[in-house]
C-alpha cells in the first residue's frame, strides 16, 4: 500500500530538516533561505515495528522487510501562494497527490534563522497555510460549478452527485472551515475523493521545537496541539535539529543520545505512528524461514482485502487465512505452539484482520 504524506510549511520552519533525517540523507538541502526546495524531494521511509524484529527471531527468519511510507517535502508556502505568490500553485498541486498533510510549525526561537512573517508565530503560521490551501480549492471548486449545473439539469447523476459535493465543500470553505470537515457517506466517499482537494487531506500538526523542549514541549507547541484538538488533526511535538543529529548515529549511539535528551524513542517513530493513525491503518504480518514481513492495511479490511496486499490473486481466489495473534505467536515460539495450545485460527471471507495477526493465506490460482 503506498501511503504518501506532504511536509508542509512556510519557509524556515525545520521542513528539509525534518524530511533530511525521515530519508537519513541529504536529498533535500536544508539552508537559510525560502524556497531552497524547488522541486518535491519525495523520501521511502521504513516504519519502525518493534513486533517485527521479535517475530524474525521466532524461526528466525533470514530478512526483516519492514512496511514503508512514503514522505514529500513540499516548498515553503508564503502568504499569496494561492494567487501565484512566492513559488505559486506548481506546489499545491503536489499536494494532491497525497493522502495526508503535515502541516509543520515553527516553535523555537533562534535569531540567527529568519521567518518570513518576521516573527515566531505557530498559530499565525498555521492559519496562513490553511488559508492558502483553502482559497486554492475555492478557486478549483468555483470553475467546476456552472458545468456541473448544466450537467445535472440532463439527468446526469454523476454530476448531480458531484455538484452536491461541491456545493456542500464551498459552504465549509466559505464559512472559513476546510473541506475535511464536511460529513461525507460512504456512497458518496469515492465522488469526493475525486475531486481531489487539498483541504480534505487528514490532517498531522508538527510541532518543531528546540533541543531543550524535545520531551516536554513548550509553551508554543502546547498551543499547536491545543488548536490540533480543536480541529480535529493530530499532533507531535519533535525536534528536527534532534533528529537530523540522530539520523546520523549508529543504533547503540542513538540509544545513549536519547537517554541524554530524557527520550525513550525518536520523535520520528511517534511522527509516523501518528500518520498511520491519522489514515486509519494498521499492520499485520507475514513469517518464513526466507523473510519477516510487516504489511499495511485499513482498519477494518477483512482477509481477502489483506491478502490483496500481498497480490491480487490471493484475494481473487482467497480460500482462508491461518492467522495466529502476535502475542500467541511469541509466547508460544512460533506456529507449532500455537497449534498445540489451540491458538491457531482458520479464518474465512468475512474475517476482520486484527492489528498484529500473523498470517499465511490459502487460495486458488
Not at 496541539?225 to 493530530?234: L, S, T, V
Not at 539520523?247 to 535528551?261: H, I, K, N, Q, S
Not at 525518536?266 to 507475514?286: C, D, S, V, W
Not at 484482520?353 to 487460495?363: A, E, I, L, W
Request: aromatic share 6%; with cysteine; glycine share 6%.
Amino acid at each position: 500500500m503506498a501511503l504518501k504524506v506532504a511536509i508542509v510549511g512556510l519557509p524556515n520552519v525545520g521542513k528539509s530538516t525534518l524530511f533530511n533525517a525521515l530519508t537519513q540523507t541529504a536529498a533535500a538541502q536544508a539552508a537559510n533561505y525560502p524556497f531552497c526546495t524547488i522541486e518535491p524531494n519525495t523520501g521511502d521511509v521504513a516504519v519502525p515495528e518493534p513486533r517485527l524484529e521479535a517475530l524474525a527471531t521466532v524461526i528466525p527468519s533470514k530478512e526483516i522487510i519492514p512496511a514503508r511510507i512514503n514522505f514529500v517535502d513540499i516548498a515553503g508556502l508564503v502568504r499569496g501562494a494561492s494567487k501565484g505568490e512566492g513559488l505559486g500553485n506548481q506546489f499545491l498541486a503536489n499536494i494532491r497527490d497525497c493522502d495526508a498533510v503535515a502541516f509543520v510549525t515553527r516553535c523555537f526561537i533562534d535569531d540567527d534563522i529568519t521567518h518570513v512573517e518576521g516573527k515566531v508565530d505557530p498559530l499565525a503560521d498555521l492559519e496562513t497555510i490553511e488559508t492558502e490551501l483553502m482559497l486554492a480549492d475555492l478557486e478549483s471548486l468555483e470553475k467546476r460549478v456552472v458545468n456541473l449545473e448544466k450537467r445535472a439539469k440532463t439527468g446526469d447523476k454523476e454530476s448531480a452527485q458531484t455538484l452536491r459535493l461541491v456545493q456542500a465543500a464551498l459552504a465549509e470553505l466559505n464559512a472559513g472551515r476546510p473541506a475535511r470537515t464536511v460529513k461525507v457517506s460512504a456512497e458518496d466517499d469515492k465522488a469526493w475523493r475525486m475531486l481531489q482537494l487539498l483541504t480534505s487531506k487528514p490532517a498531522l500538526y508538527v510541532s518543531n521545537v528546540d533541543e531543550a523542549s524535545a520531551a516536554e514541549g513548550n509553551d508554543m507547541s502546547r498551543s499547536v496541539a491545543e488548536r490540533a484538538a480543536r480541529d480535529g488533526a493530530d499532533h507531535v511535538a519533535i525536534s528536527a535539529q534532534i533528529e537530523s543529529e540522530i539520523a546520523l548515529l549508529d543504533p547503540a549511539e542513538r540509544v545513549e543520545f536519547l537517554e541524554t535528551l530524557g527520550l525513550t524513542e525518536p520523535g520520528l517513530n511517534k511522527l509516523i505512528r501518528e500518520a498511520y493513525h491519522l489514515l486509519g491503518l494498521q499492520t499485520y504480518f507475514t513469517v518464513g524461514p526466507k523473510e519477516a514481513r510487516a504489511w499495511t492495511i485499513h482498519k477494518g479490511d477483512t482477509a481477502p482485502q489483506a491478502a490483496g496486499v500481498i497480490h491480487t490473486d490471493f484475494e481473487k481466489g482467497f480460500i482462508r487465512a491461518e492467522t495466529i495473534a502476535y502475542d500467541d505467536y511469541i509466547r508460544l515460539k512460533g506456529e507449532a505452539g500455537a497449534r498445540e495450545a489451540g491458538k491457531f485460527r482458520q479464518e474465512g471471507k468475512e474475517y476482520v484482520v486484527q492489528d498484529g495477526d500473523v498470517m499465511n493465506f490459502r487460495f486458488n490460482v
